[in-house]
């Protein structure tokens, strides 16, 4: 199957909540199987991520075992929009196998 992007904008949560989450979830110290790429933002009003996976199946094992029952221990109860595509190119030199925050 084809890698795959993954573009997610969650109106109402706060970058210290996605702080909270990514500490409970640990996504970046153990790494679930597929991920390629992540990027969060915040428009003001909304957790902005683009993902880049390996397959649908995995970023979807991912969120049912791992990233939901993190989210859920933090008492956040809304749902993201989730838009799904078949990744068509990547190109991300400067972050080649290393950690950057903005």
């Not at 790494?31 to 969060?40: E, K, T």
């Not at 880049?52 to 929009?81: A, D, K, Y």
Request: proline share 6%; hydrophobic share 45%.
């Amino acid at each position: 199957m084809s890698k795959i992007a993954m573009i997610m904008k969650w109106d109402g949560i706060s970058l210290e909540q996605y702080e909270e989450v990514r500490q409970i979830v640990k996504w970046e110290h153990d790494i679930p199987a597929g991920a390629i790429f992540h990027v969060a933002t915040h428009d003001g009003s909304a957790l902005r991520v683009v993902d880049v996976w390996e397959s649908p199946e995995q970023f979807n094992r991912f969120v049912e075992t791992r990233l939901m029952p993190g989210v859920m221990s933090t008492g956040i109860t809304t749902q993201p929009q989730v838009e799904i595509y078949p990744a068509y190119a990547i190109f991300a030199p400067a972050f080649e196998g290393k950690l950057q925050t903005a």
